[in-house]
Structure formats: C-alpha cells, structure tokens
C-alpha cells in the first residue's frame, strides 16, 4: 500500500510540473509577442534576426546563472552532439524569415500550422512513434480550427511554397530532435539548452548580414527605454526556451504543438481587446474550434 500511495503521489507531482511548465510557456509566449510589438512598433527596432540573437544569449547567461545557484547540474556534452540541433533551430528561424518574405500571411500562417503534421510524420517514419486515431482526429481538428482562426488571404508561389514547405520540414525535425537529443545524451533540459543557445546565436550572427541591414543596425538610435523593452524580450525568451525544452523533454513535440495552437489563440483574443481588432465569426468559430480540441487532447494525455 505504501508504495501504491508513492506511486500515485508521483504521478500527481509529475502532472503538477507538467501543467507549471504548460502555464509557463504560454504565459511567457504571449507576453513576449506582446513586449515584440512594442519593440517593432513603438521602439522601431525592426531587426528580427538580431533580436533572436538577444535572445538566445539572454537564455544562456541566464542558464549560467542557474547552475551557478545550483538549480541544474553542468554536464559536458561534445559540440559536434549539439551541431546538427543548433542548425536546424537556425534554419527554422531562416527559413521562418524566407517564408515571410516570399509569402502572403496567410499561405506563411497555414504552413506553420502544418508543423503539427509534420511532427507526426517524422515521428513516424524516423522514430517508428504513431499516434491513435482519437490523437489524430483531434489533432486535425485543432489544425482546422486554427487555419479558419488565423488564415485568411492565401497567394500560392512556387518559390514561397518549396521555401515554406522546408520550413515545415526543419522546424518539424528541430522539435522532435529536443526530445530524442535530451534521452540520446541523457542530459535535461538546462543541461541541453546551455549548450544549444550560444551555438544557435553564433550560427545565426554569421547569416545575419542576409536578413539584416547591418548599417542601420550599427547607427539605430538607443534609448533607455528601448533598452528596458529589449532586456524584457530577452528575460521572457529564457523562460519561452527553457519551457519548451522542459515540454518536450517531459511530454512530447506534438503537445508542445497543440500547446502552441492553444497560444495562437490566446494572443488572437488578446489582439482583440489590446488592439482593437473586431472579431468575425470566422475567427471565433476557428478559436472555439481550437480550444474545443486542445482541452479534448488533454483529456487523452491523462
């Protein structure tokens, strides 16, 4: 009876850390979309690329000083372990920008959707992990309700699709890579992410004078105040970072989408009443759809 009662408090403990890190990344999520708006908008610093720079290193010091506090365990990991899982958060953030570029919103909103399916299919095909049929209902369910949410204006290209179309496939492979390279290491998620966001922000800065106009980077105007907005993004993309590797290493890529669905909608409403952007029944039918099936997967996770 003891151990059954351990067991069970186990359990319960191990959902509580679950639900905290869920809580954490949308939370985190949203407020830094929120804090990026300012920064864009209100602040003109209007470099993307730079600023996930600033973030990833905001993620790493930050790291540094929780092992220095003692919260994780330093653990060496070879470089070359970490290359191919830095390149790929890197291709994502490139081909992210490309998709942007050389796409309508709309067709670049429906491919990051498709990342869901895309998740499935490499687990799959490349880690032999299939999901039931109830899981995949409600998957594309979900996927349906956030493309009528958030879709809208949908130009096709060759050149924006095959761009878009490896974005799927790299930011895909990116997040079921975090999962098989925390248990192929056997390292947790700090230990993996203290290793991944100085890589990560060093690959980027040598691709940054493609997406960059480094000459108005070097003479944009400081302020105190835009400093303080772009120290905020960086303190909650440590906590963005840190949850998503504590998701995924803890549950699955495939929640980590369906908690990103969840947040996609979270941010719609909130520009609903922050900026003054009117709902459409089209909207809030893709929005109730969404939730609708976010809250029906997590009845099939328990």
């Not at 890589?199 to 070097?218: G, R």
Request: hydrophobic share 50%; with cysteine; aromatic share 14%.
């Amino acid at each position: 009876m003891p151990n059954e009662s351990n067991e069970k408090s186990d359990v319960v403990s191990e959902k509580l850390k679950n639900s905290v890190f869920i809580v954490t990344n949308v939370i985190s999520s949203v407020g830094i979309v929120l804090l990026n708006k300012s920064v864009f908008k209100t602040y003109n610093f209007n470099y993307g690329t730079f600023l996930t720079i600033l973030h990833f290193l905001g993620t790493f010091f930050g790291l540094l000083v929780c092992s220095m506090l003692g919260l994780f365990e330093f653990k060496r990991i070879p470089i070359k372990k970490v290359i191919t899982l830095s390149a790929s958060f890197c291709g994502f953030v490139v081909l992210t920008n490309l998709s942007l570029q050389y796409n309508s919103v709309g067709f670049y909103q429906m491919a990051k959707v498709l990342t869901t399916p895309g998740v499935v299919f490499i687990q799959y095909f490349f880690y032999n992990k299939s999901v039931n049929i109830k899981t995949l209902l409600t998957i594309t369910w979900i996927c349906i309700g956030v493309m009528i949410a958030s879709v809208s204006d949908v130009r096709l290209n060759f050149r924006g699709a095959v761009v878009a179309l490896l974005g799927v496939m790299v930011t895909s492979y990116y997040q079921v890579s975090i999962g098989s390279k925390q248990k192929e290491l056997e390292v947790n998620s700090m230990q993996l992410l203290l290793y991944q966001s100085p890589i990560s922000s060093l690959m980027l800065l040598i691709v940054l004078p493609l997406f960059e106009d480094l000459n108005a980077l070097v003479n944009y105007q400081w302020t105190l105040n835009s400093i303080y907005a772009i120290l905020g993004t960086c303190m909650l993309a440590f906590f963005v970072n840190l949850s998503i590797f504590l998701i995924i290493g803890k549950m699955s890529a495939l929640t980590y989408n369906i908690v990103g669905h969840f947040k996609l909608c979270t941010v719609v409403v909130l520009g609903m009443f922050l900026f003054d952007e009117p709902p459409t029944n089209r909207s809030l039918l893709g929005i109730s759809m969404t939730i609708a099936g976010v809250f029906y997967y997590s009845t099939l996770k328990k």
